[in-house]
């Protein structure tokens, strides 16, 4: 779909009332302190899920929680709610943080991987020493998800065991002579990767460098869209990689959203948007779609607010090895290999 249609999308139609009770389901936000995660949080703990709340520290987690709480009368929800936290800018705390999850819980349905910074001061780095916005947005969140992996497809495999104990004869009719691919979709275990406006991205999502396979430093609002396309490719080629292992991986545009995103802006212009933008909810709703909506599909970006599209060209050529040359992976296989280099101490 076009652009324009992303800046003034028509209103949601996949809301939090066609949502089935989600007792017994776990799920993790990450940025569930603020803007759109913690709307994200308010609608599934209100439909009895278990959310893990992730933030940067004990005083916003526990703040947020009783936020999300007080959101939902006592009396109609069967939610419970989770602090785990870690910060995208240390490796090391991802690690410590996913480990006390899955010492807690034995399943997770979706990880929603929402948190993001945008044009912080030039030159910020994280601990480790990567770009803020390549290392908070492409190399945490695909650390957590490698440590959750096994959890992720423990649930895929439990989903089609039940399944099928429980004789879900429509559905092994529907998925009969189907690819692996398409079944993934049935077992409802998800990866949910929260991108922007990637047809804007620099060509090909991610610049890398020939010689060392390490993305380009780019400048402002570019270098923000390059992580965000990195995403995208990361869940391409978790897609292509663990093709199925009941896991689907789908990226989404959540909108132009009043958020603390916008907090590097200069004043007048933050002014302007928030004028402009939508309340956070919105975004909820478009994740709230990625994450739920039986319509989704390997391949599939997910638009505001809560609509199918297909990636852009640029991003799809990203995703395919260069046919002129037979020593040279797609820039998703290449990307996805410097991603594991770096995160390789931590898992």
């Avoid at 936000?29 to 603020?34: C, D, E, H, L």
């Avoid at 990866?191 to 406006?197: G, L, N, P, R, Y």
């Amino acid at each position: 779909m076009s652009y324009l249609s992303q800046i003034f999308p028509p209103a949601p139609t996949f809301t939090e009332k066609p949502l089935e009770d989600l007792r017994g389901r776990v799920y993790i936000i990450t940025g569930a302190t603020s803007g759109v995660g913690l709307e994200l949080a308010k609608i599934l703990y209100a439909a009895n899920g278990t959310v893990y709340v992730c933030g940067r520290s004990q005083a916003s987690t526990d703040t947020a929680i009783s936020i999300i709480r007080d959101s939902s009368p006592k009396t109609t929800t069967q939610g419970r709610l989770n602090p785990l936290i870690f910060d995208l800018a240390d490796l090391s705390t991802v690690r410590s943080a996913a480990q006390l999850f899955l010492h807690q819980e034995q399943r997770l349905d979706v990880l929603f991987l929402n948190a993001g910074i945008m044009t912080p001061p030039p030159g910020s780095q994280t601990i480790n020493g990567h770009d803020l916005e390549l290392g908070s947005h492409c190399l945490a969140q695909f650390l957590l998800c490698k440590l959750l992996q096994p959890v992720l497809e423990a649930t895929a495999s439990w989903h089609r065991l039940s399944c099928t104990a429980e004789g879900c004869t429509e559905l092994e009719d529907q998925l009969k002579g189907r690819s692996n691919s398409v079944a993934s979709t049935a077992s409802g275990v998800r990866i949910v990767w929260v991108s922007s406006f990637i047809s804007q991205a620099p060509r090909g999502g991610v610049q890398l460098y020939e010689r060392t396979g390490a993305p380009r430093l780019l400048k402002g609002m570019e270098n923000y869209l390059q992580s965000k396309a990195g995403e995208v490719l990361l869940a391409e080629e978790w897609n292509r990689r663990y093709e199925g292992e009941g896991v689907l991986n789908v990226g989404v545009n959540p909108g132009l959203l009043r958020t603390g995103l916008q907090r590097h802006m200069p004043a007048a212009q933050r002014a302007v948007m928030h004028q402009i933008f939508k309340p956070a909810r919105f975004g909820a709703y478009s994740e709230l779609y990625a994450g739920f909506s039986p319509d989704v599909q390997p391949g599939d970006f997910v638009i505001p607010f809560g609509r199918r599209s297909r990636l852009p060209c640029h991003i799809v050529k990203s995703l395919k090895p260069d046919p002129k040359r037979d020593d040279i992976e797609s820039t998703a296989a290449r990307f996805w290999e410097w991603c594991e280099d770096q995160v390789k101490d931590y898992l």
